[in-house]
């Protein structure tokens, strides 16, 4: 096998596997050679891109390669910098892979010290990042720090529920910072593991490499800050890192499950540190954006599953009843094409219904009048005695028919019974009620922003 071999294998193995896996996993990778033991070696960016290589088109490369030179009969994956990027004083000598790297967001200190970092998932970059209204400033904010360049908002800090994107943005800009700038120290982790390194060097008395490693990056990232919080110690440490990261310009960015301040015991100084750079919430998901994650996951099955057809109206169904969390979605619609492609039949609502009955079981909450006259209650500032109560002033009129729009659209109650939960109303008021708001949402954006808001908090 030369390397003009390999070169010509390139537009057959791109058929096998398609593109986009093409592009990704195979493209990337360096030809170096084989030895007298029939063993040739690739190499591969990093440690995991290697091994994640090997252990899902090592047969099919195998096989591929075995067509052009049948006495090779192994390959070897090995992980180096390329030629062109490599510095002049950097050793050309690649590193042997071990069985199973995972791949690790490390940095290396002036002293070649590796920092500890979390794993980094390689399908979570801002290619993979779908986006909608829900996430749009979160996403901007994200790429605009991952574009490096001077610091213009110290700390980043996002903010959400599960399943909304925190994380998977966390890894974007790790991955699109150390690839736009190979040289710089980029650690990514979580509170977590921040607190048991903080422990550890406590135990072992050494405090100092502890400081001197954290204080040494260009960037910090930290995922899942709460909970650090009622950690006296942790906190402490944590907030000297933190200034003296600012004080060095260095970039930090942050994530949490709420926003700063509404972290129980965390301290002030730090809630106020962490409220002083730029804070964005990564918003409940909305239909659209669910339904465009689902096609946009489709295209990867398709790849894979090129024979197996989908009907209409299965991902609609899906994103309208899975809908608060993204991770649970993605989850159903693998099990979906898993089971499809095993049974040997189309995705269709039959299929749905077999293979996801525990999902659809599970996000069947149900969502009662009284808690959404509670919540309405609550958003207006008025007393639920009022809203549903005999006053007709403007004030408690609007309030009530949006909590009337929302028992309409959000329960399966029938108007009658709906009026009579609003102190006894005829079921035509409750029609004039909801028809009034769905004009309003149309000509008013604060009813409609209300109405949306509302929406998402009583369907998390």
Same mark, same amino acid.
């Given at each position: 096998m030369t390397k003009e071999q390999w070169g010509a294998l390139q537009e057959q193995i791109c058929k096998t596997i398609g593109q986009n896996n093409y592009k990704t996993w195979i493209e990337p =990778?360096? +030809?170096?050679?084989?030895? !007298? !033991?029939?063993?040739?070696? =690739?190499?591969?960016?990093?440690? +995991? +891109?290697?091994?994640y290589v090997s252990q899902n088109f090592g047969d099919m490369l195998l096989a591929q390669i075995s067509t052009k030179d049948s006495k090779i009969r192994r390959l070897n994956f090995q992980a180096g910098i390329s030629e062109a990027s490599r510095a002049p004083d950097e050793p050309k000598k690649p590193v042997e892979l071990p069985g199973a790297a995972e791949p690790v967001a490390r940095a290396t200190t002036a002293k070649d010290q590796a920092l500890p970092g979390a794993p980094l998932d390689m399908r979570f970059t801002f290619d993979t990042f779908v986006v909608g209204k829900p996430n749009e400033l979160a996403h901007a904010a994200a790429k605009r720090v991952a574009e490096g360049g001077p610091v213009t908002f110290n700390p980043l800090f996002l903010y959400g529920g599960v399943g909304l994107g925190k994380t998977h943005l966390m890894h974007a800009i790790a991955w699109e910072l150390s690839q736009r700038n190979p040289h710089l120290t980029v650690l990514y982790l979580s509170a977590e593991q921040f607190m048991y390194r903080f422990v550890q060097a406590l135990r072992e008395r050494k405090m100092m490499d502890f400081k001197e490693m954290f204080r040494s990056v260009d960037v910090l990232m930290v995922d899942d800050v709460q909970f650090i919080a009622g950690k006296d110690s942790t906190q402490e440490e944590f907030f000297h890192t933190f200034n003296a990261l600012v004080d060095q310009n260095k970039q930090i960015i942050i994530s949490a499950d709420r926003a700063p301040d509404e972290i129980k015991e965390l301290e002030n100084r730090i809630r106020s540190r962490l409220q002083s750079g730029l804070v964005v919430d990564l918003h409940p998901t909305d239909y659209e954006l669910r339904l465009g994650i689902l096609q946009s996951k489709v295209e990867g099955y398709r790849e894979m599953h090129p024979g197996l057809e989908i009907d209409d109206g299965v991902l609609e169904f899906l994103a309208h009843r899975i809908s608060t969390n993204v991770r649970v979605l993605e989850g159903a619609l693998t099990r979906l094409f898993a089971f499809a492609s095993l049974v040997g039949k189309p995705i269709n609502m039959d299929l749905v219904q077999d293979s996801l009955a525990d999902v659809l079981r599970a996000s069947e909450r149900k969502i009662s009048i009284e808690e959404i006259q509670r919540r309405v209650a609550e958003h207006y500032n008025i007393r639920l005695s009022d809203m549903i109560g005999p006053k007709r002033v403007r004030n408690f009129a609007r309030p009530r028919q949006v909590a009337m729009y929302l028992c309409k659209k959000l329960t399966s109650r029938s108007l009658p019974e709906i009026g009579r939960r609003f102190g006894g109303r005829d079921h035509t008021t409750v029609m004039h009620g909801v028809k009034r708001i769905d004009e309003l949402r149309q000509s008013d954006g604060q009813i409609d922003e209300d109405v949306e808001m509302l929406r998402r908090a009583l369907e998390a």
């Open positions: =990778l360096r +030809f170096r050679g084989v030895n !007298d !033991d029939g063993i040739m070696t =690739l190499q591969a960016p990093t440690n +995991f +891109f290697g091994t």
